[in-house]
């Protein structure tokens, strides 16, 4: 008979406490750990009266490596990268390539002004402004109380 350590303070414990240690130490290692991140960006979206504002962080790319469309009310925005490196000769231990691509899609609500869209990519982060319909702008003006 074999036992098996038992510790009630686990939050996750179940009928088989060994069995959630074994894939905790297994899955908590780096290896599947760098494998867990998630490769998309960040992104900050904001308004103002005149247009609404995406700012996608993306360093270490180059605006050809972008790819914006629009296709109805859907702005997607999308990348893929490789690295090559040329390495003849030389013994790994571990080796991970550099390849990465994403997609991030927007559905764009009906006041967007979808024919004047414009994009920037400096300092690492991919900028598109995409103005309003006139007829949806925020007209402030002050009302006279009598």
């Known amino acids: 008979m074999t036992l098996v350590k038992f510790n009630p303070e686990k939050k996750n414990s179940s009928l088989l406490p060994g069995f959630n240690d074994i894939f905790e130490s297994v899955l908590g290692d780096t290896f599947f750990n760098d494998r867990r991140l998630s490769t998309v960006p960040a992104v900050n979206i904001s308004e103002s009266n005149e247009e609404y504002h995406i700012e996608l962080a993306a360093p270490g790319l180059r605006k050809e490596d972008f790819k914006v469309s629009v296709e109805r009310d859907m702005l997607s925005i999308s990348t893929e990268q490789r690295t090559e490196n040329n390495t003849e000769g ?15 899609s927007f559905t764009l609500p009906e006041s967007a002004n979808v024919e004047q869209i414009q994009a920037a990519y400096t300092d690492g982060v991919l900028k598109l402004n995409i103005p309003k319909k006139e007829e949806a702008k925020a007209i402030a003006r002050q009302i006279e109380i009598q």
């Open 90 to 104: 030389k013994i790994y231990n571990r080796r991970e390539y550099s390849y990465s691509a994403f997609t991030r």
